[in-house]
């Protein structure tokens, strides 16, 4: 008997693509800038200058990092606490995100079942109270970041997708007065699970919070070493200078780690987002969305949009682009290929824009790892402590992940220190030229299964069932 696989069909966003003119104009004058970045510019710290000592020294100034110094400084207020970054306070993803800040620590609860079926309950109640303990943060630190704990919509855009969305599912036409687009064939609210931010006051704002409680932050000082000898010190190197501390806490994310045996543990995959121009009272009312909800689609290839303070729209996603050998490049950053797919996509959503711009396009490189969600461990007698390979859900659980590394730190046992996901660290990626054509055959595969009302492949197949499998 010979098996035909099913025709490939065209996705809601193929099949309602709009005029390309429309979205060519949209892009005409669009620039190749960070919003968030430019938006709030924020204060600059100096660099290291010359060699010191401290009880903690935590390399990194995106959020795990300035959690992980801020932290710190609230259990410990004596404790000398220096932070190194090599850029600027929240350049890299902690300043280029959307600004969706998720109560999941698991990437989801698909991928958290599937990978920590005994400890599920543990973990999502864990997440939760991390992020009403960010809440409560944001409350008592002053913290001006443009909170708003609004959830997020999650909307079918394909009939197979519609029960995947579960029992609680809002139909078309009660989705549609919530955010109106013809692409939405239902939708589910989860009302406290994610909050929005505006990414680089929040960067921001957590490292002014640190330095008032007496962190010292120093930019522009890039850690290009790390040694130690069994009982002293662990020594940071800068280009100039000697940073020797007691405990190092590394929060470099995405960017190779100084510890050389966790560098296959994450590659990096570039995520593109788009801003649009401020709506018009018109444009708004056109299409709703006056509960300013966060909102993804169900594919496999999803997007993600939000409204910012100003009312513009950003909206991301889609493509996930890996570069051979795990390179990190600006040149990376401009796709215009990408760019136009977006559009055109953002379109095809709200046919009810056309003839809106495009201001912004930009993009960044997420810390991916093979279990899709952070890592933790500790190197150097337990002196050394890291966490990594938050595969894009960085922006709450990063403080979840500062109080891990600050608990393994000092050898405290909490609950954290004992879940399994913090105990246990996820399969590497293998070596070039394997890791670009793995991950190249599962950007295709999944593509495939987005044409083929979600039917996953063999290959995809095999990878679910090797704990590998992509599934948010």
């Not at 996705?11 to 390309?20: K, L």
């Not at 078309?172 to 406290?192: D, K, M, V």
């Not at 002014?208 to 070493?225: D, K, M, N, T």
């Not at 560098?263 to 570039?270: A, I, K, L, N, S």
């Amino acid at each position: 008997m010979t098996i035909v696989a099913p025709a490939p069909q065209r996705t809601a966003y193929e099949r309602h693509a709009p005029d390309p003119r429309l979205v060519e104009r949209a892009l005409k004058d669009s620039r190749h800038a960070v919003f968030w970045l430019e938006d709030a510019p924020g204060r600059r710290y100096p660099p290291l200058t010359s060699s010191t000592t401290a009880d903690l020294a935590v390399v990194g100034g995106g959020y795990l990092g300035l959690w992980t110094a801020l932290q710190a400084k609230r259990r410990s207020p004596g404790a000398r606490v220096v932070l190194l970054e090599a850029e600027t306070i929240g350049w890299a993803a902690s300043g280029r995100n959307g600004g969706f800040c998720e109560a999941s620590i698991t990437h989801g609860e698909d991928n958290g079942r599937s990978r920590w079926p005994g400890e599920y309950a543990a973990l999502e109640r864990l997440g939760r109270e991390n992020l009403d303990g960010f809440e409560q943060d944001v409350d008592q630190l002053g913290l001006d970041c443009e909170w708003e704990r609004t959830g997020t919509l999650s909307v079918a855009v394909e009939p197979h997708q519609v029960p995947w969305l579960g029992p609680d599912a809002m139909d078309a036409g009660r989705t549609r007065t919530e955010i109106s687009s013809p692409l939405f064939l239902g939708g589910l609210w989860s009302r406290r699970d994610t909050a929005l931010v505006h990414p680089a006051k929040l960067a921001h704002e957590l490292a002014r919070a640190a330095s008032e409680l007496g962190v010292e932050i120093h930019e522009h000082s890039p850690v290009v070493g790390l040694t130690s000898t069994r009982l002293g010190p662990v020594a940071l190197r800068t280009p100039r200078t000697t940073v020797r501390a007691a405990r190092v806490a590394l929060a470099s994310n995405v960017f190779p780690s100084l510890l050389k045996r966790l560098r296959p543990m994450t590659v990096p995959v570039y995520d593109y987002v788009l801003m649009t121009e401020p709506l018009t009272e018109a444009q708004h009312a056109a299409i709703g969305w006056e509960h300013r909800q966060g909102l993804t689609d169900l594919a496999n290839q999803f997007h993600y949009a939000r409204l910012t303070a100003d009312r513009r729209i950003l909206f991301g996603g889609y493509d996930a682009v890996y570069h051979r050998g795990g390179r990190i490049s600006a040149a990376y950053e401009d796709r215009r290929a990408t760019y136009t797919r977006l559009t055109s996509h953002l379109l095809a959503t709200f046919p009810q824009l056309a003839g809106i711009r495009i201001s912004h396009r930009w993009a960044g490189a997420i810390d991916t790892s093979t279990r899709f969600t952070a890592f933790h461990g500790l190197a150097r007698n337990g002196r050394v402590a890291y966490a990594a390979g938050f595969t894009g859900l960085g922006v709450g659980a990063t403080r979840f992940a500062a109080d891990v590394m600050l608990d393994r730190l000092a050898g405290a046992d909490t609950e954290r220190t004992r879940l399994s996901m913090v105990r246990h660290k996820p399969l590497p990626f293998p070596p070039e030229p394997l890791a670009g054509v793995g991950i190249d055959l599962t950007r295709w595969s999944l593509d495939r299964a987005d044409h083929r009302a979600g039917r996953r492949n063999l290959f995809l197949r095999a990878l679910d069932a090797a704990g590998l499998g992509f599934d948010s």
